[in-house]
T-cell receptor
Framework: QKEVEQDPGPLSVPEGAIVSLNCTYS??????FMWYRQYSRKGPELLMY????GNKEDGRFTAQVDKSSKYISLFIRDSQPSDSATYLC?????????FGIGTKLQVIP | EAGVAQSPRYKIIEKRQSVAFWCNPI?????LYWYQQILGQGPKLLIQ????????DSQLPKDRFSAERLKGVDSTLKIQPAKLEDSAVYLC?????????????FGPGTRLTVL
């Protein structure tokens, strides 16, 4: 079993839709949870991080962590074509960060 | 603030050849990471430096890969000899401390094709 599981997609949605992206994990040592966005031929960039169960909101993005279920989510409201990218979940225990394989999202105008 | 710089951006070599990648992290960042990202997969940590010391190299194929960060600033990653399965994007990242909520900043990557 992989430490971090993420559906690779692709996920295609119309502009303005609410997008839900998810990851599950098996390692109870993970304390910090992150979402990265990666555009084609670019390095990943950090979107959001959290270290506790619950929700964290930043503009159109909401990160949700459920440690009891070992499940994290990223919601994108009012999705835009510029949101088209691969979204990687990432988790850290003490030092090393473990990434999911990424979900490819396409927002269609 | 300048970002993480990497060179070259693209490299094509034949199997059994050697190749080297260079990374210059954000100024003042103590921690430097090299990741391998195979097409369709997430980045996999190869090696993590704290200043010029190695923190984690458990996933580095040491029979062919080597990395150094001699002065605690820039770093090089070398593959010798290269195999077909080494075709990937090699990402360098840096962060202030390497712990907790410390943010990693990634460079654009070097895309390696091994023929």
């Amino acid at each position: 079993q992989k430490e971090v599981e993420q559906d690779p997609g692709p996920l295609s949605v119309p502009e303005g839709a609410i997008v839900s992206l998810n990851c599950t994990y098996s390692n109870s040592a993970f304390q910090y949870f992150m979402w990265y966005r990666q555009y084609s031929r670019k390095g990943p960039e950090l979107l959001m991080y959290t270290y506790s169960s619950g929700n964290k909101e930043d503009g159109r993005f909401t990160a949700q962590v459920d440690k009891s279920s070992k499940y994290i989510s990223l919601f994108i409201r009012d999705s835009q074509p510029s949101d088209s990218a691969t979204y990687l979940c990432a988790m850290r225990g003490y030092q090393k960060v473990t990434f999911g394989i990424g979900t490819k999202l396409q927002v269609i105008p | 603030e300048a970002g993480v710089a990497q060179s070259p951006r693209y490299k094509i070599i034949e199997k059994r050849q050697s190749v080297a990648f260079w990374c210059n992290p954000i100024s003042g960042h103590a921690t430097l990471y090299w990741y391998q990202q195979i097409l369709g997969q997430g980045p996999k940590l190869l090696i993590q430096f704290q200043n010029n010391g190695v923190v984690d190299d458990s996933q580095l194929p040491k029979d062919r890969f080597s990395a150094e960060r001699l002065k605690g600033v820039d770093s090089t990653l070398k593959i010798q000899p290269a195999k077909l399965e080494d075709s990937a994007v090699y990402l360098c990242a840096s962060s202030l401390s390497g712990q907790g909520t410390d943010t990693q900043y990634f460079g654009p990557g070097t895309r390696l094709t091994v023929l």
